[in-house]
């Protein structure tokens, strides 16, 4: 716990003030603050955040790329940490736990996708609670990883096994499950053949992932230029997208493609690269709608599907496979006052592969 983290009590009951890094305003810099956020209440733990990750999707947020946001806002989805406090009705949880948080924190836990342990398709009213960028079921807005502490209901928390480093653990809260998911929904594995579409923060889980379970795992990249850090992964072949004959030469190779990047892509192409019954799942979201031409879907019983993050049970499932498979994300940690211009690096593709920040440094 930093000694910038206070309690106080006001009007509308206890809260804490809590150290962070956030955006004042839509698209402007990151700039360090203070929040007041909730006590830990009867279900709450409150975790000392010891790393959180930097996803292409807080900078889409800061800017507005996705809709208006609430401000100020303090993004990271990605929060690896060690829980220094529990509320008195806690039971999961113990002091010094390792834990994280991931894209959301909240759901309505009574729809047919929570009880299902899908609560990133919560189909209650509201659906799931963004763990920022969001308001919470106590009307308070959500606040992410880019802080010292975060207070969080102990039933959306996920155990960080001992195996995992906490600070390149951080990113498969969000970039790590976004590819497991899909990858174990449509049964990567021996005898598979899988292609992920990118090899940035996604893409590079996506390539660990799918070779540990088993598949024959080729990337899709616009370039080359990354070729060596691909085959180091676990890929065996890396074929460039802007060389015309890898669309000739692949037609029909996969069963299935998982498109990582956020790029207006000729998506009727890269359905071509399908088998007969193959699916391309879209996990990157571009800024603007994209186009299709139903004919390459038609002809080969192929489908197009989209996937979003995890739930709590496939989280925990994720964080499991990857300590039992020694799987992390290959990271380049920072201190907070960093933030700035490692958004400008994302977008300027110069990273390898995820940003995590130091929290200590908030």
């Keep these: 716990m930093t000694n910038e983290t206070t309690q106080s009590t006001t009007p509308t009951g206890t809260t ?95 729809c047919d996708n929570c009880r299902a342990g899908l609560q990133q398709y919560c189909q209650g009213e509201g659906g799931m609670v963004f763990t920022y960028n969001d308001t919470g079921r106590d009307g308070r807005p959500t606040y992410g990883g880019y ?32 590819l497991y998911s899909p990858l174990a929904h449509w049964g990567a594995g021996p005898g598979k053949k899988v292609a992920i579409v990118g090899l940035g923060g996604l893409g590079h889980m996506g390539v660990q992932l799918a070779h540990a379970m088993g598949a024959e795992v080729t990337v899709l990249s616009q370039s080359l230029r990354k070729r060596e850090d691909g085959l180091r992964l676990g890929a065996d072949h890396y074929r460039a997208t802007s060389d015309p004959t890898t669309f000739e030469e692949l037609a029909g190779s996969f069963d299935l493609i998982v498109n990582t990047v956020s790029a207006d892509l000729d998506l009727t192409a890269y359905i071509g690269l399908l088998r007969t019954d193959g699916t391309m799942v879209q996990v990157g979201v571009p800024e ?69 920040i130091d929290a200590s440094t908030i």
Excluded at 65 to 73: H, K, L, Y
Excluded at 148 to 166: H, N
């Design 16 to 110: 804490r003030t809590v150290a962070a890094y956030a955006a004042p305003r839509p698209k402007a810099p990151l700039a360090k603050t203070t929040v007041t956020t909730r006590a830990a209440g009867e279900h709450d733990i409150v975790i000392d955040i010891k790393y959180s990750g930097i996803c292409h999707s807080d900078i889409h947020q800061v800017g507005e790329d996705w809709g208006s946001g609430t401000f100020p806002m303090v993004p990271g989805h990605e929060i690896a940490g060690v829980v220094a406090e529990v509320g008195p009705g806690v039971t999961r949880w113990q002091v010094g736990d390792r834990v994280g948080v991931g894209c959301f924190v909240d759901s309505c836990r009574e």
């Design 288 to 356: 603007k709608p994209v186009s299709l031409h139903p004919f390459p879907l038609a002809i080969g019983r192929r489908s197009l599907a989209g996937s979003a993050i995890g739930g709590l049970p496939e989280t925990q499932e994720m964080l499991d496979f990857c300590a039992e498979h020694g799987i992390t994300a290959r990271i380049e940690l920072i201190r907070a006052e960093q933030i700035n211009e490692a958004y400008r690096r994302v977008l300027d593709g110069d990273v390898r592969f995820r940003f995590v």
């Design 147 to 178: 802080a010292a502490e975060l207070v969080v209901d102990e039933a959306y928390a996920l155990r960080i096994p001992d195996a995992l480093p906490l600070d390149a653990a951080a990113p498969l809260l969000c970039a790590g499950i976004t």
